[in-house]
């Protein structure tokens, strides 16, 4: 082989490798490695689900005051204060589920024939709780399913919906005012949609709109006050910390809503507040964020600090 023809080969091969590792590093930039799922590093730490396109937030394990103290505004009686510890860490949905990811999660609309009202982002709404098609609980099951699978869940992980102490616990992330912004109803506008309220500088909403679009709290969870009331877990019986549902109620059937919703005052949009719902009702204004950590039955429920 002449050396012309020797330099030309080792050229070639030289200009393949660069044309292969450019085509790698490519196809890095539109495929990147989506983060190993596991226990968060700090609180507000975020995660992106690449399957389902869902993001969620870090809350760390710690102890907080469940409910509100006597002095606070617009509190009700079943808001009795109780010290809790939240034994295991957890990602919580960033936003309420959407319209959309509810269509690619369950495969239905809700509101049958009333589609076109809505937009595909909106924070889903008319949501069941449990035992019933459309239910919260059914979404979060099928979400595992789906997951587990397609092996992208830890051993005894699972998306569910949380239970009242793990959402109050991220709501207020860390703060112990009213809202998570602190305790003055003024400035709920800018952290919420929601409805009712005697200050005529404050735009009512018409509708539930796209999770997001207003500040998140300290954790990076929006619509933590707000938009859509959402679904909590484990029945009114178990988990509530001496806080017991209404009087005349049957508590077997019963769960509970937290945040408020976009037809709420600004009381009912507190960080305390909450509202009892029986499980097979559809309401306009209930939704639902899925929490993704440990099974209830591995420790992931908060369990009383004082125990």
């Not at 239970?163 to 703060?175: D, L, P, V």
């Not at 600004?266 to 929490?291: I, P, Q």
Request: charged share 20%; aromatic share 10%; hydrophobic share 35%.
């Amino acid at each position: 082989m002449s050396l012309r023809n020797l330099i030309w080969k080792r050229w070639f091969a030289a200009l393949a490798i660069v044309v292969a590792l450019a085509s790698a590093a490519m196809i890095g930039l539109q495929n990147p490695r989506q983060k190993p799922l596991g226990v968060g590093t700090q609180a507000g730490e975020r995660w992106t689900s690449k399957s389902n396109v869902m993001h969620f937030r870090w809350c760390p394990a710690g102890t907080f005051v469940m409910g509100s103290p006597s002095t606070e505004p617009g509190r009700d009686r079943d808001e009795g204060q109780v010290a809790v510890m939240i034994a295991q860490g957890f990602w919580l949905g960033e936003c309420e589920v959407t319209r959309e990811q509810w269509q690619a999660v369950m495969g239905t609309t809700l509101w049958y024939g009333r589609e076109s009202y809505f937009e595909r982002n909106q924070a889903v709404i008319g949501v069941f709780h449990s035992h019933q098609r459309d239910s919260a609980e059914l979404f979060c099951e099928l979400l595992t399913e789906s997951e587990r699978s397609a092996g992208r869940l830890p051993p005894g992980w699972v998306y569910r919906l949380p239970t009242e102490a793990e959402w109050e616990y991220a709501c207020r992330a860390g703060t112990t005012t009213a809202y998570a912004f602190g305790d003055d109803p003024s400035k709920l506008g800018v952290y919420a949609r929601f409805g009712s309220t005697t200050d005529p500088s404050i735009t009512t909403e018409a509708q539930v709109h796209a999770p997001g679009t207003r500040k998140p709290n300290p954790w990076g969870l929006y619509d933590m006050h707000g938009n859509a009331w959402e679904w909590c877990s484990v029945g009114a019986t178990k988990f509530s910390h001496g806080r017991e549902p209404p009087e005349g109620s049957s508590p077997e059937i019963l769960e509970v809503l937290r945040g408020g919703g976009w037809t709420s005052s600004a009381a009912d949009c507190r960080s305390a507040k909450r509202w009892w719902r029986v499980v097979t009702n559809r309401d306009s204004s209930a939704g639902f964020r899925v929490l993704l950590g440990s099974s209830l039955d591995l420790g992931a429920d908060a369990t009383r600090a004082d125990d």
